[in-house]
């Protein structure tokens, strides 16, 4: 099984020096590992024995239109009620532990390396089990109705059953593992894992109205960013912003992975948050 990087938490030590490689800028914020320390951690309401770190939110000017956690729950923690926000679409995936989750009333049994999409309006719970904390990444957003087209469905899969997808021309050395099939436009956003091999590229700077999260799981690579070149590696978060130039060179020695959430397959706002008309 691939290994998944995931916060510990701790402090740094007083003899530490305070200068890291923590960026926010108008187009793209870095939160590197070393951030995620136990004073920005958080509690939420409804769930036990648990606590995140919460890395990206809707905020006017830069993304807006989701927010992304990364949970860390004790054995026998968990919640029976997981948001209160009946409008919001989830994703979660795990990297560490075992845990056990209900949707309407069936019970999913979910390991290192799972993915649960959790439709709008789904009653459902979470149970850490086994001897370790469960850590997963939690990615919720409004979901956005499209006349014509039914809300999709629940599911639950994992990363080893999924066949990643190369990139053209590469010869395998970029690919995209795809748990949604990007011609199912009753998605509205899209969670995959993107792996890089050593000396592989993203040859050009895309830039496209896609927001992004980006965490990384494994390895290490040079980040370009807007205009600025950025060493990240695994445990780091990077947050773009629609139409931050990007692109990457994966350093090695071992394969560059990282988990990217996109919104798709919408028309552009024009009225509301994140739109210039009136709501009605």
């Known amino acids: 099984m691939t290994d998944y990087h995931a916060p510990s938490g701790g402090l740094p030590p007083q003899t530490a020096l305070m200068t890291g490689r923590a960026i926010f800028t108008n187009a793209y914020a870095v939160i590197p590992r070393t951030c995620f320390s136990d004073i920005v ?82 009653r459902w719970t979470l149970l850490a089990e086994g001897s370790e904390p469960a850590r997963f990444h939690w990615i919720r957003k409004l979901y956005e109705p499209s006349v014509g087209i039914p809300a999709p469905r629940a599911f639950v899969t ?15 050395t970029w690919a995209t593992t795809r748990f949604v099939d990007p011609a199912d436009l009753a998605h509205d ?68 992975r990282y988990l990217l959430y996109k919104d798709v397959n919408r028309h552009a706002r024009l009225r509301g948050p994140g739109a210039f008309g009136p709501t009605a």
């Open 41 to 122: 951690t958080s509690h939420l309401p409804g769930w036990t024995q648990t606590r995140l770190w919460l890395i990206a939110r809707p905020m006017s000017g830069f993304a807006e239109t989701f927010s992304q956690y990364v949970m860390e729950v004790q054995p026998g923690g968990g919640s029976d009620a997981p948001d209160n926000e009946p409008g919001a679409e989830h994703i979660l995936f795990l990297t560490h532990g075992e845990m056990t989750i209900t949707l309407d009333g069936k019970g999913y049994d979910l390991r290192p390396g799972a993915y649960a999409y959790i439709p709008a309006g789904t």
């Open 158 to 172: 994992t990363e080893r059953d999924i066949k990643p997808v190369p990139m053209p021309d590469t010869n395998g």
């Open 189 to 256: 956003c899209h969670v995959n894992i993107v792996t890089l091999q050593p000396g592989a590229v993203i040859p050009f700077e895309e830039t496209h109205v896609m927001e992004h999260g980006i965490y990384i799981l494994q390895g290490k690579a040079v980040y370009k960013l807007n205009q600025d070149w950025v060493e990240v590696q695994a445990g780091d978060f990077l947050w773009l912003r629609a139409y931050c130039p990007q692109a990457c060179y994966a350093g090695g020695p071992g394969p560059f």
